[in-house]
């Protein structure tokens, strides 16, 4: 089942999170086939990083929150907050979007 997680950072994270990045990305990829897809959320001028929105297909909401525990930015702290919920992609994703201005 496809599973929304949105992950807010506390205020004040970025050097955490610039920090931890390369194990965070590690940890991403070694669940790459669970991906459906994952990015950084930004604050109002586009560029200050605010969390990050992944949507992942796991077997329960409860294995979900075990993969969240010991993903590098939660255990370091980067997060304030977290949801999660239930997914359905009725929209797939297309290839080149959004079209380059």
Do not use: C
């Not at 909401?61 to 993969?67: G, I, L, Q, S």
């Not at 969240?68 to 304030?80: I, S, W």
């Amino acid at each position: 089942m496809l599973f929304a997680i949105t992950l807010l950072d506390r205020p004040n994270s970025f050097e955490l999170r610039t920090e931890t990045r390369p194990a965070h990305k590690a940890y991403l990829s070694a669940a790459g086939e669970r991906i459906a897809f994952a990015g950084p959320l930004f604050g109002d001028d586009g560029k200050t990083p605010a969390g990050s929105l992944l949507v992942m297909d796991f077997d329960s909401r409860e294995a979900v929150h075990t993969w969240l525990d010991g993903e590098p930015y939660t255990r370091a702290g980067v997060y304030g907050s977290r949801s999660v919920l239930p997914f359905s992609n009725l929209y797939p994703q297309k290839v080149g979007f959004p079209p380059e201005a």
